[in-house]
């Protein structure tokens, strides 16, 4: 049933804003340089933590059903909320493990990799027990189509502030004028998003209430064989998961090398606080255009052009080698709008599917369903960081912080960091363009048949 509280409106919108920022401090700090941190400042080879990587967000991708079906099977605390208590739980262990994995701690040889290997997959569990109940929240924060699509657009604004607020300043605080690390500078910095993230999860909770709360009947048992089956007959979710398998290897992928190719390639790292604040133009001519092209078009359609659109630009970057650093920016950050429009309307996205369930399969279990999904994000970001690791040992790179590059690595490193983003296209482009089944006509279709299935109450949880 849905809780009476004040009508949906910018204050829910403005929280779950709160709420991406919070996690993305932590997540988008780690994910872009803790492999600079260990390979520069701790000398741990690229190979090894290739295999870390592998090991840790395999594990961390096995446990997004895990930890998913938890808010499903119990209840915390007596608010009656489903998924804010456990992002209370979570948060400051996901702080605390921001910080332990940019310390340079004296343990050497097994000690230190032992180091690495635990605060790395303490970091991984933390933010799966912060971000999965926060994605899953939107379907009961409302349950109108329009008023979730804006908090995807929501959610897709904390993240990109974020990357363009607080990681532009990474480079000019933690790199000195030669580009050389300062190590304690990263520490700092890890301790201070880890403190911003605890206040803007706060803020989430404040401001965004979850207003269905559901029933159970006595004795009602969750049954994840249910939520399993449903899922494996849901075609939107298969396409969505493939296109985010993509999106991953871009978000994770590209943000790992991003400091390898300016540093080596361009010998430039102060051009990446450029390309961090020229994110910001792209994102406002995003929020302003995207929601009225998709009201004309839908927004599978949106995304299918905007893929291509960046397919094509970034085949261009990659195929035809661009020497001077601004231009090669600049270009990026054309490419991007692409990428930009697919986050920004991916979540809305998901939010269909959990929907699709309920439509076809007359299932609904959004915690459990919403787990299911982030295990294809989790396994985009082992493969970006698997390969990105792997990659940078096959073409040579050497560890250490006076470490000089052949120029032949110098050269892959530019073949590497660009290929990406073709990848990330390629599969965006089968995931929703072949895959996914809902364009506009039948998603209306499909919300007006659950209007009247809900209206008579035919619905169940799994």
């Not at 803790?34 to 840790?56: D, E, H, N, Q």
């Not at 992928?253 to 133009?281: C, N, V, W």
């Not at 661009?322 to 709008?337: H, K």
């Not at 920004?344 to 939010?351: F, Q």
Request: net charge positive; with cysteine; aromatic share 12%.
């Amino acid at each position: 049933m849905e809780k009476k509280t004040r009508p949906f409106g910018v204050l829910d919108q403005v929280g779950y804003v709160c709420g991406d920022m919070a996690g993305s401090f932590v997540n988008l700090f780690v994910d872009a340089y803790f492999l600079t941190f260990c390979t520069y400042v701790l000398g741990i080879s690229p190979a090894w933590m290739a295999t870390l990587f592998l090991v840790a967000r395999l594990w961390d991708a096995i446990n997004d059903p895990i930890m998913g079906s938890f808010p499903d099977r119990w209840r915390l605390g007596k608010s009656g909320d489903k998924f804010k208590p456990w992002i209370k739980l979570f948060m400051i262990p996901l702080a605390l493990s921001g910080i332990l994995c940019f310390s340079k701690v004296p343990f050497t040889g097994v000690a230190l990799h032992a180091w690495v290997a635990f605060v790395y997959i303490l970091y991984g569990m933390s933010y799966t027990g912060t971000s999965m109940p926060f994605g899953a929240m939107a379907s009961v924060v409302s349950t109108d189509p329009i008023d979730r699509s804006k908090l995807s657009r929501a959610r897709s604004i904390g993240g990109t502030l974020v990357g363009i607020g607080a990681l532009s300043m990474v480079p000019v605080f933690c790199f000195d004028k030669a580009s050389n690390i300062m190590p304690e500078r990263f520490t700092l910095m890890a301790a201070i998003f880890g403190v911003l993230s605890i206040v803007c999860y706060l803020l989430l909770c404040r401001f965004t209430p979850e207003r269905v709360h559901e029933k159970h009947a006595p004795g009602q048992k969750f049954e994840y064989s249910k939520v399993l089956k449903a899922a494996f007959k849901n075609r939107p979710l298969i396409g969505v998961m493939i296109a985010t398998i993509g999106s991953m290897l871009f978000i994770t992928g590209s943000s790992q090398l991003r400091s390898y190719i300016y540093k080596e390639f361009y010998h430039d790292t102060g051009a990446m606080t450029i390309a961090s604040l020229g994110s910001l133009p792209v994102m406002i001519i995003c929020f302003i255009l995207v929601p009225k092209i998709v009201a004309k078009f839908g927004k599978r359609n949106v995304i299918l052009v905007m893929s291509a659109y960046n397919l094509a630009l970034s085949a261009f970057i990659l195929f035809f080698p661009i020497q001077n650093v601004m231009l090669y920016t600049i270009l990026n950050l054309l490419a991007t709008i692409g990428q930009t429009a697919f986050t920004m309307l991916i979540w809305a996205l998901v939010t269909d599917c959990l929907d699709y369930s309920e439509w076809k399969m007359n299932i609904r279990s959004d915690g459990s369903m919403y787990s299911l999904y982030t295990f294809s994000r989790k396994i985009g970001s082992t493969i970006a960081s698997t390969g990105a690791a792997s990659a940078l040992a096959a073409i040579g790179y050497v560890s250490g912080a006076g470490a000089v590059q052949s120029a032949a690595t110098v050269n892959n490193i530019y073949y590497l960091v660009n290929a990406v983003p073709v990848v990330t296209c390629i599969l965006e482009l089968i995931g929703i363009g072949l895959i996914f089944n809902l364009d506009q006509k039948t998603t209306e279709t499909m919300y007006a048949e659950l209007a009247e299935r809900r209206a008579n109450g035919t619905a169940e949880e799994a």
